[in-house]
C-alpha cells in the first residue's frame, strides 16, 4: 500500500534511526521528515538514505501554523509520527519556556493542522493516523525499595512473566497518574493531554507511546551514555549527579524504532503503549560498565579512567527511578526488546569511538559555550 508519512524531529537521535527504518523496510511509502534542526538535530545522521527517492527533508518549525497546513496538503499526508520535542531535562531547567513552546505549542500546531487538512478531505479521518512519541518522566519517579531485605536490584518478574533487575516493586503502567517533576517532563505531558484532548473532543485517530531511556548511535553528547563515552575518550571529569544512586531502565533505540514502527501499523486508536527495556541500572554502576568497555576497546589498562568519576551538584528535582512495565505491548503486539544490554552498549561505544568525526562535528561552537557556562554555573 501507498502511504505518504510525516515523521517530526527525524534529524534527531530517534528520528533519525525511525526514518531510517521507514525509508528502508517500505519502498512504496514516501517519508517527509519535518525537522527544525535545532543544536540536536543533524543531517548527517541520515547520510545514508539522503538520496533515496521514497524521501523528503524540509526544514520547518512545528510551530509554523501555515508551513505545516501546506506542507501536509501538498504532500498529501496520511501519517503522522510526531518526535520533534525538546528533550534535554537539564535545558529546560535553564530554558522551560523554549519546552512549553516547542513540545505543548508545536505539538498543537501539528494536531490542528492534521485535524485541519483530514477534515477537508472526502474520507475525513479514515485511514489516518497521528502517533505522538512521548517518555516515561510524564509519570514522575518510582521508589527504591528492597521488599525481601535484598539489597536491591533484584530479579523480579513482570506480569508479561519475563525475568529482569529491578530496584523496586511498581513500575510504570499505562493507568498510572502523571506527575511530572521537570519542566521538559511537564510540557511532554501537557503534549499528551492535548493529543488525547483531540482524539476525545474531535475524534482524531490517535495513538500515544510512553518510552524508557534511549541509547545507541547518533545520540546528542548532553545526554549521559555519549557525553561519557566521549568525555572518558579525551580524559575528561564525569559529572556525575548527587551520589549516582539514581536508576534509568534503557531501552537500545533500534528496539524503540521497531515498536514505533509496530504500533504505527498495528496499535489501537486512542491506546497507550508504555515502551521499555525490563533493564534498570542505577547510574553508577552504568558509568562503571561504560569506563570498563571504553578503556578496553581504547586499549587501556583496566582502572585508567576510574578517576574521571566526578561526584557533581546534583539535578534540581532530580527523578529517583524509571521502570516501565511494558506487557500491554508485549502482550497485544507481540514487541520485546531484542538485545541484551551488555551487547548494545558495546555495539554504542563502538559507534561512538569509530564515529570521532560525528562527535567533533556536533561538539564544536555552542556545544562548548553551553558547557562552560553550564559547568562554571554549578
Ligand atoms: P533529540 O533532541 O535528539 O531530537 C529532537 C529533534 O527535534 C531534533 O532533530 C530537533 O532539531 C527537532 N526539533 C526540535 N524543536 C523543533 C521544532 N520546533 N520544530 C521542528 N523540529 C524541532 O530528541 P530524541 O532523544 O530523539 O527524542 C525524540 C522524541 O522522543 C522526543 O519527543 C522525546 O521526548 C521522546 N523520547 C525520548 C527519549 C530518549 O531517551 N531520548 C525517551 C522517550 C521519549
Ligand atoms: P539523561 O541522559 O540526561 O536522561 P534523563 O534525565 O532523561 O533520564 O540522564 C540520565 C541519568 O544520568 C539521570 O539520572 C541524570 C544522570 N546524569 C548525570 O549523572 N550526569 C550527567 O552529566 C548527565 C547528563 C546525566
Redesign the pocket.
Known amino acids: 500500500m501507498k502511504r505518504t508519512i510525516l515523521i517530526?524531529?527525524?534529524?534527531?537521535?530517534?528520528?533519525?534511526h525511525v526514518v531510517r527504518l521507514f525509508v528502508n523496510k517500505y519502498p512504496d511509502y514516501r517519508i517527509i521528515n519535518?525537522?527544525?534542526?535545532?543544536?540536536?538535530?543533524?543531517l548527517a545522521?541520515l547520510k545514508d538514505i539522503e538520496d533515496r527517492p521514497n524521501y523528503r527533508f524540509v526544514r520547518?518549525?512545528?510551530?509554523?501554523f501555515e508551513g505545516v497546513l501546506n506542507l501536509l496538503q501538498d504532500e498529501k499526508v496520511d501519517g503522522i509520527i510526531?518526535?520533534?520535542?525538546?528533550?534535554?531535562v537539564d535545558r529546560s531547567i535553564k530554558d522551560p519556556f523554549t519546552f512549553a513552546?516547542?513540545?505543548v505549542m508545536?505539538t498543537l500546531t501539528l494536531l490542528q493542522a492534521a485535524k485541519l487538512y483530514w477534515e477537508s478531505l472526502p474520507e475525513q479521518f479514515d485511514g489516518k493516523r497521528f502517533y505522538h512519541?512521548?517518555?516515561?518522566?510524564v509519570y514522575g519517579a518510582l521508589e527504591i525499595t528492597d521488599p525481601a531485605g535484598v539489597e536491591p536490584p533484584f530479579t523480579t518478574r513482570a506480569s508479561s512473566g519475563k525475568h529482569h533487575l529491578a530496584y523496586g516493586t511498581s513500575f510504570f503502567t499505562e493507568d498510572l497518574k502523571y506527575q511530572p517533576h521537570s519542566p521538559?517532563s511537564a510540557a511532554?505531558a501537557s503534549s499528551d493531554h492535548f493529543v488525547r484532548a483531540y482524539h476525545d473532543t474531535y475524534g482524531l485517530p490517535v495513538v500515544v507511546t510512553?518510552?524508557?531511556?534511549?541509547?545507541g548511535p547518533?545520540?546528542?553528547p548532553e545526554?549521559l551514555i555519549p557525553l561519557f563515552i566521549n568525555n572518558i575518550r579525551h580524559r575528561k571529569p564525569l559529572p556525575v549527579y548527587g551520589k549516582g544512586e539514581n536508576v534509568r531502565d534503557w531501552?537500545y533505540?533500534e528496539d524503540?524504532a521497531r515498536a514505533i514502527d509496530l504500533i504505527f501499523h498495528e496499535g489501537k486508536i486512542a491506546e497507550t503503549y508504555n515502551?521499555g527495556g525490563f533493564n534498570e541500572w542505577k547510574n553508577i554502576d552504568l558509568i562503571k560498565v561504560l569506563i570498563k568497555t571504553v578503556d578496553r576497546l581504547l586499549g587501556n589498562p583496566e582502572g585508567t579512567s576510574d578517576h574521571l568519576i566526578t561526584y557533581v551538584t546534583d539535578r534540581a528535582g532530580h527523578d529517583l527511578r524509571y521502570a516501565i512495565d511494558s506487557t500491554k505491548l508485549q502482550r497485544e503486539l507481540g514487541w520485546e526488546p531484542s538485545l541484551q544490554f551488555e551487547e548494545g552498549i558495546e555495539k554504542t561505544v563502538r559507534w561512538y569511538l569509530d564515529n570521532q568525526a560525528w562527535m567533533d562535528n556536533v561538539t564544536s561552537g555552542d556545544y562548548q559555550r553551553y558547557y562552560e557556562d553550564m559547568y562554571n554555573n554549578r
Open positions: 517530526t524531529g527525524g534529524a534527531g537521535f530517534i528520528g533519525s519535518l525537522d527544525k534542526l535545532t543544536y540536536a538535530g543533524n545522521n520547518m518549525d512545528i510551530c509554523d510526531h518526535l520533534a520535542a525538546e528533550s534535554h513552546k516547542t513540545n508545536g512519541i512521548s517518555t516515561d518522566e521538559y511532554k510512553n518510552c524508557s531511556n534511549n541509547y547518533y545520540q546528542f545526554k531501552l533505540v524503540h515502551i
